[in-house]
């Protein structure tokens, strides 16, 4: 037996050694902090295993209205198709009031969960604010101005910040969640996101081809992090505080997991509920306006839901679809959360959840059932 423990005790301590000697101790964290607890990629409760920023929200909450008829119930087999694929929230409004909030398996309206890549949406904004204030030139501005450590790269001196967002930069990468070898799984747990991608090259001419690519928005938010400290600003987690949380009157402070250096990963990680999640799809729909206020510029979010040449269902870090009638557009995370804006009803659905349906497409599919399923409700 003792014979047994020397040889495993030197196989961990070999094994440790080697993903150090590698650069890949990531993975280490990604054990302790997502497999040793029961998960085979990143969850939606995991913020409490990472280091966070707060997003302040305002001391005046702008609480929802809620709908005459009061909160419609969804009909029992979508309710069961939710619960059978653990979803934490299905919430639907319709011209600024709440039609149906469900909740699942412990989760309320107070929930903080994950966003995953829908913050990609999110990061896209902020840059639209910062380009209104002056801190970033326009989304045709290279890139290089902020990261020159990409000065001597032959493609990358090409690229500008739209092609960041819209995934058209060229940026070499491997979107891969589940692999531990994932360049991806790594920007998850690595410690210092901002070398890690600055590290990497560019495999293409930027714009001409599409891929998406969680690299890209962090780069995006090396980028806009520079921006704002060259203007003696905060964090970008103050900045979203300032720009979007206060003056949407949130109903909580949310948190923006960071690496060890204190940078925000823009390409996912916000924490919050799902009516807070909701009002990120309605200032969408508003074109940027909230209570008579710009937040953000009505031609930039015009853009942003604009498909880009090289992709039919992507605008600027924003899905779009064009086929369905009405048609929507929305911001999309791992697992299945969506805040759904169909503009044509003034409709937004949030759909949060631990996983989803993955035998149907969900830019088709999934999404559609979500869709006519608020359509209904409003309809009854």
């Known amino acids: 037996m003792k014979k047994l423990f020397v040889v495993l005790f030197s196989i961990i301590i070999i094994f440790v050694a ?22 085979s990629t990143a969850n939606i409760n995991d913020h409490t295993a990472f280091e966070t920023h ?18 419609k119930k969804l009909d029992q087999a979508m309710y069961d198709y939710l619960a059978e694929f653990n979803t934490a929230a299905f919430l639907v ?21 994950n966003s995953f890549s829908m913050a990609k949406t ?69 410690t210092d996101v901002e070398t890690f991608v600055l590290n990497g090259k560019f495999a293409h001419q930027p714009g001409t081809v599409h891929y998406y690519s969680s690299a890209s928005t962090q ?40 690496d060890n250096q204190g940078l925000e990963l823009t390409y996912c990680c916000i924490n919050t509920n799902a009516r807070n999640f909701a009002k990120l799809g309605q200032l969408m729909l508003n074109k940027g306006k909230w209570n008579n206020q710009q937040l953000i510029p009505e031609a930039f979010i015009v853009d942003m839901v604009i ?10 870090a924003t899905w779009v679809n064009k086929e369905h009638s009405p048609k929507f557009f929305w911001f999309s995370g791992h697992l299945g959360q969506f805040i759904i804006n169909v503009p044509e009803e003034d409709l937004i659905i949030v759909r949060l959840g631990e996983r989803h349906d993955t035998s149907k497409d969900f830019r088709t ?8 399923t608020a359509l209904e409700l409003i309809e009854r």
């Open 54 to 71: 707060t997003i302040k929200a305002a001391e005046q909450v702008q609480a929802w209205k809620m709908h005459s008829q009061g909160n």
């Open 307 to 316: 498909p880009q040449e090289l992709a039919s269902n992507y605008g600027y």
């Open 122 to 190: 999110v990061t896209t904004l902020l840059v639209g604010a910062a380009i209104e204030d002056g801190y970033i030139e326009s989304l045709d501005q290279k890139i290089t101005d902020f990261l020159p450590e990409f000065s001597s790269d032959p493609l990358a001196q090409y690229a500008t910040v739209g092609q960041l967002s819209a995934m058209t930069s060229g940026y070499e990468w491997d979107e891969n969640y589940y692999s531990p070898l994932s360049p991806t799984v790594q920007l998850y747990y690595d």
């Open 219 to 258: 780069l995006l938010g090396v980028v806009l992090n520079r921006a704002l400290k060259q203007h003696k600003k905060g964090s970008i987690s103050e900045y979203l505080s300032e720009k979007l949380w206060q003056p949407l009157g949130m109903n909580d402070d949310a948190l923006w997991h960071t």
């Open 18 to 39: 080697s993903l150090y000697a590698f650069d890949k101790d990531y993975i280490l964290r990604g054990i302790s902090k997502t497999y040793l607890v029961g998960h």
């Open 93 to 113: 409004i319709h011209h600024g009031e709440i039609i149906s909030e469900t909740y699942f398996d412990g989760y309320n309206n107070r929930s903080k969960t």
């Open 365 to 372: 599919n999934e999404l559609y059932d979500y869709v006519n």
